[in-house]
């Protein structure tokens, strides 16, 4: 093992169990690599990365570390650069949805532009029966004006018809 004090800090930067079994297990899958592996220095940069991946995927525990150097040994993978290939290319393939359909994905959020707000405003203004954007502003603002100005008298009136301020009857006790 060439660089086993390197592997042991990846491993605990991974928070990976640090136990009694844990220099067995770094052990077991250190041979596997070497055996497979070009040479020793492959095998030492394929353990880091299937630690790093390991923890890139939430693992705590050391056979998820054993699962991923088996899945690259039985893919043929013989050295890091592989490894990174094999990994991009996995990433790059199309997910498959329910039944064999293509995942869609959803699209950002898209912020409307002033020309956009002022073409939602124009017709907004048209189907509310003013002729221009101005008129509906002045318009509103005068209708929002006379609500605040006959508030008091409104809920005044609600009360004597035994209706609440959003229009549902009075609950009464007797």
């Keep these: 093992m060439i660089n ?3 592997i042991m ?9 640090d136990n009694q079994y844990t220099f ?8 596997d690599l070497s055996h497979n592996a070009d ?9 880091i990365l299937a630690i790093r991946k390991a ?7 050391s056979l998820a570390v054993e699962n991923i150097v088996r899945k690259w040994l039985f ?3 013989k050295n890091a650069d592989a490894v ?23 699209t950002g959020i898209n912020e409307p532009t002033n020309d956009e ?10 189907q509310l029966g003013y002729s221009t954007v101005e008129a509906m502003v002045k318009g509103s603002w005068e209708k929002l004006y006379e609500l605040r100005r006959t508030r008091e008298e409104r809920m005044a009136s609600k009360a004597k018809t035994g209706l609440t301020a959003t229009g549902h009857q009075v609950l009464k006790r007797f």
């Design 4 to 6: 086993q004090k390197q």
């Design 9 to 17: 800090i990846e491993w605990d930067k991974a928070g990976l169990p």
């Design 24 to 31: 067995g297990d770094v052990m077991a899958i250190y041979e």
């Design 39 to 47: 040479n020793e220095l492959e095998a030492n940069k394929m353990f």
């Design 55 to 61: 923890a890139m995927n939430n693992s705590t525990t």
């Design 75 to 77: 893919a043929g993978l």
């Design 84 to 106: 990174g290939e094999y990994e991009k290319d996995a990433q790059q393939m199309h997910k498959k949805g329910r039944y064999g359909q293509p995942v869609k994905n959803e």
């Design 117 to 126: 707000v002022q073409q939602q405003n124009e017709k907004l203004a048209k």
